[in-house]
T-cell receptor, first 116, second 109 residues
């Protein structure tokens, strides 16, 4: 079964540094997402991406965040200047449509970001 | 008010027990609903969609009550491997999925 893959599995960075989290969505999917989950808290939506542009973003996704699909396969999340409160598990997801149907989102296994 | 609200639990049940989780959603425009399962420090995985007529998948039964804005998940004959956090998820229009905080289930031998 095709999978969403994320790298790295764990990233440790110092406050103020830039990080790029990488994702390879399932190849025939059209919608891409980033979610995050702070330890012990709920899964929170960050951004959705379709047709090479952001289709929706949450209030969490401020100017320090950006997303890019630099080629036909990768989907990246950049955090420009990390803060301690950015420490979380970041999940990439993709879907063939806007989340309707029997298998709305396929999640990657996540990148654990630790900001020190 | 939270968009999707769940009892955090934990629900501690013996193997073989039947357990039910409830979830309420605040946005009456929500159209689609799902139950996801999340193991500790892992990604959410789709367990099942929730249909208005109710649907069953093996030991799992999901129900939706649109009038009360209420969703339920019933697990029969609990297995040790069912121990996880169960996430109630709503989809509203063109928006991305909204997750509840999850209900933790611990099945004990």
């Amino acid at each position: 079964e095709p999978e969403v893959t994320q790298t790295p599995s764990h990233q440790v960075t110092q406050m103020g540094q830039e990080v790029i989290l990488r994702c390879v969505p399932i190849s025939n999917h059209l919608y891409f997402y980033w979610y995050r989950q702070i330890l012990g808290q709920k899964v929170e939506f960050l951004v959705s991406f379709y047709n090479n542009e952001i289709s929706e973003k949450s209030e969490i996704f401020d100017d320090q965040f950006s997303v890019e699909r630099p080629d036909g396969s990768n989907f990246t999340l950049k955090i420009r200047s990390t803060k301690l409160e950015d420490s979380a598990m970041y999940f990439c997801a993709s879907s063939p449509d806007r989340g309707l149907g029997n298998s709305p989102l396929h999640f990657g296994n996540g990148t654990r970001l630790t900001v020190t | 008010r939270k968009e999707v609200e769940q009892d955090p639990g934990p629900f501690n049940v013996p193997e073989g027990a039947t357990v039910a989780f409830n979830c309420t959603y605040s946005n009456s425009a929500s159209q689609s609903f799902f139950w996801y399962r999340q193991d500790c420090r892992k990604e959410p995985k789709l367990l099942m969609s929730v249909y208005s007529s109710g649907n069953e998948d093996g030991r799992f039964t999901a129900q939706l009550n649109r009038a009360s804005q209420y969703i339920s998940l019933l697990i029969r004959d609990s297995k040790l491997s069912d121990s996880a956090t169960y996430l109630c998820v709503a989809h509203t229009g063109r928006r991305a999925l909204t997750f509840g905080s999850g209900t933790r289930l611990q099945v004990q031998p």
